[in-house]
């Protein structure tokens, strides 16, 4: 039986929201002013060219390595909530981001069952392809509308650092906060099939 009762699943909506709060408090920070995010300045003007390096998005690894795991300890509203009011905080277009996210962790979720069989390095596989797709969505929505975005080669390197974060981010899950995928057959508290 699952050890997940439906108090331990509010804990787990709780503590998401709240590492939530904290990575949007963080990139809120102005910390390239303090040197805790270097600008690598370039003659040649290649990628870095005197721009701070982006940071991977870590909301967006946890978000997926979550609904790859436990889609029942984290619901649709709940994602779609917190990303449009991060669309909000951080100026980006509203719901454009939050749709995107919400649409890959629904496509993520309807396949669950599909998931449990594949091993790390497939599921790795499959959540890389949907991050890039993701990214590429995103871009091109912005790039319909002429809205002024960041250049591709440094949202290129969000992309990589983000993809290159997700195995961290999933051992963090899997070790720290205890999230595994459910086995076959494995039913919760009041009996439903996980």
Not at 54 to 81: E, G
Not at 100 to 124: I, M, P, Q
Request: with cysteine; hydrophobic share 55%; charged share 15%.
């Amino acid at each position: 039986m699952s050890k997940h009762r439906p108090a331990g699943k509010a804990l787990y909506v709780v503590l998401f929201l709240s590492l939530a709060a904290l990575v949007t408090f963080l990139r809120l920070l102005p910390m390239h002013d303090y040197g805790a995010l270097p600008s690598v300045p370039t003659d040649g003007g290649g990628l870095a060219n005197g721009r701070d390096w982006p940071l991977p998005d870590f909301l967006l690894c946890l978000t997926l390595a979550w609904v790859v795991r436990r889609p029942d300890l984290l619901p649709a509203p709940v994602i779609a909530a917190y990303f449009l009011f991060e669309d909000l905080l951080l100026l980006r277009p509203p719901g454009l981001w939050a749709l995107v996210v919400l649409v890959a962790t629904e496509f993520l979720r309807t396949r669950t069952a599909s998931l449990r069989g594949f091993g790390f390095w497939l599921e790795y596989a499959l959540v890389c392809g949907l991050m890039l797709a993701m990214f590429l969505a995103n871009r091109a929505v912005i790039a319909i509308v002429m809205m002024p975005q960041a250049p591709l080669d440094l949202s290129f390197a969000q992309f990589l650092g983000t993809v290159l974060l997700y195995p961290a981010v999933v051992a963090l899950s899997h070790y720290v906060f205890k999230l595994r995928k459910p086995a076959t057959g494995e039913v919760d508290v009041l009996g439903q099939k996980l």
